[in-house]
């Protein structure tokens, strides 16, 4: 379901109740997103779309990567989308506004995310059996 908001959002589809979400604050926007509503995880998406494209093109910058971008910020981008939407939504649960805005810890979920690709692409698998 909040795939298919995703993928909405991208492609610049609106949705009627969408116009209610535009104007929620970060909690009420939360909310509707761990009850399923597509319209919550439609305005989401359009809010931190370009961040979580911003994040993993800063953090392939800093890291020194020189993988094809378009498809490594597509497939980090999935990442995201992915860990939000679990079967208990635990990661969305635990965001904490007293911690920070959304925007920050949207942020800081696709730099990490982002390191844990790059790892898996260019960390040998011998090497990543040893830190573990």
Request: glycine letters at 6%; zero cysteines.
């Amino acid at each position: 379901m909040q795939e298919q908001a995703a993928n909405a959002a991208r492609d610049g589809a609106s949705a009627r109740s969408r116009n209610y979400w535009a104007f929620a604050d970060e909690d009420t926007l939360v909310r509707g997103m761990l009850r399923k509503q597509n319209a919550a995880w439609l305005e989401f998406m359009s809010r931190f779309d370009s961040l979580i494209t911003a994040r993993a093109e800063r953090v392939l910058v800093r890291r020194g990567n020189r993988l094809p971008w378009t498809d490594l910020v597509a497939q980090i981008h999935q990442d995201v989308t992915n860990y939000l939407d679990g079967s208990k939504m635990e990661p969305l649960r635990g965001f904490d506004p007293r911690h920070g805005t959304l925007a920050g810890w949207v942020g800081r979920l696709a730099d990490q995310l982002t390191a844990k690709r790059l790892d898996e692409l260019t960390v040998p698998t011998s090497r990543r059996r040893e830190a573990e």
